[in-house]
Nanobody, 124 residues
Framework: QTKLVESGGGLVQPGGSLRLSCAASGFTLGYYSIGWFRQGPGKDREGVACISGRDESRFYFDSVKGRFTISRDYTKNAVDLQMNNLKPEDPAVYYC?????????????????WGQGTQVTVSS
């Protein structure tokens, strides 16, 4: 069965860090451009970051630029999202999905694969 599975969410204090992982089963993730998205309570889904499957170029949305880092782990067949200096506006369900590419204009979901999401909560 081909699917994406997110993990690593949890509760963290403001200023803390979490590392999310998006693991693929049934296909090789390294061939695909992958993005992270999030949806907070009462909010629309928004983009977080994307990484290209062609040249590993990366794009970050302004809300997370300088705090989050997207990267590949080929040994795990996964794409990780390192989140540092978490803020009260970051809590959401975080999803990974296949995207068009790793640049600003291509960081949008293709709807081929979506994970089930992992909850991130920021609270003191």
């Amino acid at each position: 069965q081909t699917k994406l599975v997110e993990s690593g969410g949890g509760l963290v204090q403001p200023g803390g860090s979490l590392r999310l992982s998006c693991a693929a089963s049934g296909f090789t993730l390294g061939y695909y451009s992958i993005g992270w998205f999030r949806q907070g309570p009462g909010k629309d889904r928004e983009g977080v970051a994307c990484i290209s499957g062609r040249d590993e170029s990366r794009f970050y949305f302004d809300s997370v630029k300088g705090r989050f880092t997207i990267s590949r782990d080929y040994t795990k067949n996964a794409v990780d999202l390192q989140m540092n200096n978490l803020k009260p506006e970051d809590p959401a369900v975080y999803y990974c999905a296949t995207v068009l590419g790793g640049s600003e204009h291509l960081c949008m979901a293709t709807e081929d694969y979506w994970g089930q999401g992992t909850q991130v909560t920021v609270s003191s």
